[in-house]
């Protein structure tokens, strides 16, 4: 008998056709993730799982899961599994890197684009009719190159945006990283390390989150640390929410303590901070950066063939647990 596995969010229908050539599969067709109950109910039978961030796995749940060996988050982060409590039940968990960090770093970068030059600002303020003429000083935005470009989290995702910003356009780079980048790539770069975030906060007039998301990390940056922030300064978030008070946020948007941000992740998403929405000096996208057909349909792909790996091998291609 084939091993059965639960794809609990909704996928690709070819990659759901090439699971079901190793599995028995019980997919979900419907429109919605399967969270809560709805997932935990599932679980008994099964010893792998499809999941995306929309799942939670901690210690409660697996409880639920007695036969579970093995779950492929389709995300490179996986803040939404609890990995001490999998490797103590014994469970090997798998990430999806590498297929989506230039997708994701083009919309870093489209984000920072978009913040700095008002442009979802301008797009509302014409489709609103407001348009009677040109003005010297109309949408007045913060220039991209040749300005300084902070990055707090240098992974692949981090370095994709600074290569961009400073191969691309002239940006000088500060970055602040737990370990800090070998000397090749910080040649290349022209990369500045800063030993504290509060440094790059200052000396930044972009500054890029895209850290991977840590208990530690939650409101890392607060109304404290936007303070430190030059006020012609813009903020983007693509790594995680929860990094960024986003309450805090909106009240320095408000209060021109900085000059704007770009958001593609919320605390609570996709409930988010309805402050925000009074702000007009912010973009805000629905967790979207790896959002292209080719990069989604590789994560799927990536995520399922850990699945396929791991029954097959007893290896996954890209764990992120460590094997005891
Ligand atoms: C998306 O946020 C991901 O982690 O892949
Ligand atoms: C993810 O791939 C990262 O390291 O930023």
């Known amino acids: ?43 008994p039978g099964k010893v792998g799982a499809f999941l995306t961030g929309a799942q939670t796995v901690n210690a409660e749940v697996l409880a639920h899961a007695p036969d579970l060996k093995m779950v492929a988050n389709m995300a490179v982060g996986y803040n939404n599994l609890e990995i001490p409590a999998l490797e103590q039940a014994g469970v090997v968990a798998s990430n999806t890197p590498d297929v989506l960090t230039e997708t994701t770093a083009d919309f870093g970068f489209a984000l920072l684009m978009a913040t700095a030059r008002r442009v979802t600002e301008a797009e509302h303020y014409l489709r609103a009719g407001h348009w009677g003429k040109w003005s010297y000083d109309l949408l ?40 800090q980048l070998d000397a090749a790539t910080e040649s290349e770069l022209k990369a500045h390390y800063a030993p504290t975030k509060e440094e790059v906060l200052r000396q930044a007039d972009h500054v890029v989150l895209v850290l991977p998301y840590t208990p530690a990390a939650y409101h890392l940056i607060g109304a404290a640390e936007i303070a430190l922030m030059k006020p012609t300064a813009t903020l983007i978030n693509i790594a995680r929410g929860g990094i960024v008070d986003d309450k805090a946020l909106a009240q320095a948007l408000q209060a021109g303590t900085i000059a704007a941000a770009g958001l593609d992740v919320f605390e609570g998403e996709p409930a988010f901070a309805k402050e925000l929405l009074e702000c007009n000096n912010v973009v805000l996208t629905p967790h979207i950066a790896s959002a292209t057909r080719t990069t989604r349909l590789k994560m799927a792909h990536l995520a399922a063939d850990n699945l396929i790996a791991f029954f097959t091998t007893g290896q996954a291609l890209t764990p992120v647990t460590t094997a005891r």
């Open 1 to 43: 008998e084939r091993p059965h596995i639960l794809v609990a969010s909704p996928t690709f229908p070819e990659v759901l056709d090439k699971l079901r050539q190793h599995f028995d599969v019980e997919p979900n067709l419907s429109d919605d993730a399967w969270t809560g109950e709805a997932f935990t109910s599932r679980l």
């Open 140 to 179: 007045l935005g913060s220039e991209v190159h040749g300005s300084t470009l902070g990055i707090i989290g240098m992974g692949r995702i981090g370095q994709g945006i600074a290569r961009r910003g400073v191969h691309g356009f002239g940006m000088s780079l500060i970055y602040h990283n737990r370990s």
